[in-house]
């Protein structure tokens, strides 16, 4: 069993910087950490993932050269550095665990297992 809390959402104006973290209570590096996010109205989308390791990454397009993902096994945590904000990054951003082999990176959101309670990100322009 895995808990995942958030933190580090905020209201920032567009072009601003904020990074999410995800502390797990468990020992967390059997897991592909990921980032999703949804706003008001529309579906819960990918954001970006990291490998059991962290040796592999991935972002959707959207947020290439914006968005860095990276983690820290000895803390349990998972981090979200969100530079270059925009309105349209406005969501609740949600951090998730998949139990999977060493460098996959799943994009999608049935093949997590545990997900966090959310955090609310709102980019002002």
């Known amino acids: ?12 104006q567009a072009g601003g910087s904020l990074r999410l973290s995800c502390a797990a209570s468990g020992r967390t590096f059997n897991y592909a950490m990921g980032w999703f996010r949804q706003a008001p109205g529309k579906e819960r989308e990918f954001v970006a993932a990291i490998s059991r390791s962290g ?11 914006r968005f860095t993902i990276s983690r820290d096994n000895a803390k349990n945590t998972v981090y ?14 949600y951090c998730a665990a998949a139990l999977t082999s060493f460098n996959t990176i799943p994009t999608i959101i049935q093949h997590y297992d545990y997900w966090g309670q959310g955090t609310q990100v709102t980019v002002s322009s």
Do not use: F, R, W
């Open 80 to 93: 979200l550095q969100m530079n270059s904000l925009k309105p349209e990054d406005t969501a609740v951003y």
């Open 1 to 12: 069993q895995v808990q995942l809390v958030e933190s580090g959402g905020g209201l920032v």
């Open 55 to 65: 040796g592999n990454t991935y972002c959707v397009d959207s947020v290439k050269g």
